[in-house]
């Protein structure tokens, strides 16, 4: 109304001096803030360790499976690094599993001429114990239903046996894409389309999964299992767990695999000979590494960062998650120093068995209703090596505004680049900020650039050192150390508000919350069909 408008515009007591108070309040906080970020940046870009972490991680230690002693000397390394910043850090038991321990892999073609082939045994591989295996080659036969594949099945005695197709090209597509016609790019994607199909079909008609029928051939005595599961990249496979447990079953380079599979088709009659040394180390505890800088005005509430600890192994899991584990390492590392009383509490989560299904971090939050109750906000950063480019509010109502608000204390350089998504939608997997999502705790995904992630280093024989831009690492540390910084001044609490998720655009159904998993305690579980 007029009269209360022209009041307002004049009268001191209602606007201008809450103006100044609500000027004081916020510029102490810009100012701080300012200095804080300051000192963050400069930190990191005069004495980052990432570089020394990266090499005794990666270089020392190695890719961190599961129930491996890599893991718990990585656990071990995590909570020694902390120490020494003066950070209290601890190993907490979530569950156990098998324990292993890869040994050498020795692949040699024999016949029809001499040469090592590119090839690694998969995670958990059962030990030819000491000796290396020779054998003719079969390849899984293109039958017509299940009955015909068991008639063949005998034949597999005494074998290895094939069970990827052939690929008809190693050369990616943007390669393709670059040098080849039109035509001769459509006919490829066109073949090997057909040919991915039919080798799906001819799997199926097995009667089997391609995970059972593993098991299904060591049963009828085959002498190992030979796998090709190329990453669509120049020499690149995904490398993912044997489910044999007597015969050995490795993953063949597609050079390799190609060229036996061409001999086998031909009758040239090839073999070859499969060491795979392994140590089965019985059933094992699993940890999650967690640090913490403790609160001073808000202890009991929590400000979080993390990372998946563990990997795959048939790289150094470099760039999954080892990126993301030396960012959050960094980023408590500069904290400590440069503002070791927090306000809220400081926790970092290094997870174990996140690539079982987010194993360590759904079981903290099965174990820690105190924390993940008094969750101001958490951090996870796990798809690469890349700077961190995208925030989502993960369907958190008011996410946009607490997220802009700690983002603005970010140097431009950084902040500049990245883009927000709010009130977003809440994420049901892919990484262990689900974990906490699922059961309406504030985790927010830290989003990477892609630098060719999915088919060069995730999950694969390729993920290591020498795939890491320490340059956005960097970056990803300060940002990551600023975002804690933010939320644990903050007077506010972000409120847990679910934003209306609308409707599915695939499904056309309204989108629902994820609903919490129960974590596996206790792996790997066997495949039932
Ligand atoms: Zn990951």
Known sequence: MKTNQTLCFSCTGCITKPLIIFLCIFSINILSAQTVAEKIVQEENNHSQLQTLAHELFDRIGPRLVGTPQMKKANDWAVEKYTGWGITAHNEQWGEWKGWERGITH????????KSLEGTQLAWCPSTKGKAIKAELIIIPDVTDSVAFANWLPKVKGKFVMISMNQPTGRPDDNWQQFATKESFDKLKKERTAETDAWRKRISKTGYSTR????????????????????SGFGVDKIFNAYTSKIPTVDIALEDYGTLYRLVESG??????????????????????????????????????SAHFDSWDGGQGATDNGTGTLTMMEAMRI????YPNPKRTILVGHWGSEEEGLNGSRAFVEDHPEIVSKLQALFNQDN??????????????????????????????????????????????GSDFASFVAVGAPGFSLSSLNWSYFNYTWHTNRDTYDKIIFDDLRSNAIL??????MACEDNATLPRDKAELGNDRRTG???????QVKSIRKGPVAPTN
């Open 384 to 429: 690469g090596t890349g700077r961190i480019v995208n925030i989502s509010g993960q369907g958190f109502k008011n996410a946009g505004e607490f997220i802009t608000r700690w983002l603005a204390a970010a140097p431009s350089f950084i902040k500049d680049s990245i883009k927000t998504n709010f009130p977003g939608s809440p994420g049901g997997g």
């Open 107 to 114: 692949i040699d073609m024999l016949s029809p001429r001499v």
């Open 335 to 338: 904290l400590k120093l440069v």
């Open 268 to 305: 040239d009659n090839p073999i070859i000979s499969i060491q795979t040394d392994s140590k089965d180390l019985g059933t094992v505890p699993t940890f999650n590494t967690i640090a913490e800088i403790k609160g001073t005005e808000k202890p009991d509430e929590y400000v979080m960062l």
């Open 212 to 231: 059972m029928l593993p098991i299904i051939l060591e049963k009828a005595g085959a002498a190992g299992v030979l796998t090709n599961n190329w990453s």
């Open 480 to 485: 990551a150390a600023i975002m804690v910084y």
């Open 509 to 515: 159904q309204p989108m629902q919350w994820p609903v």
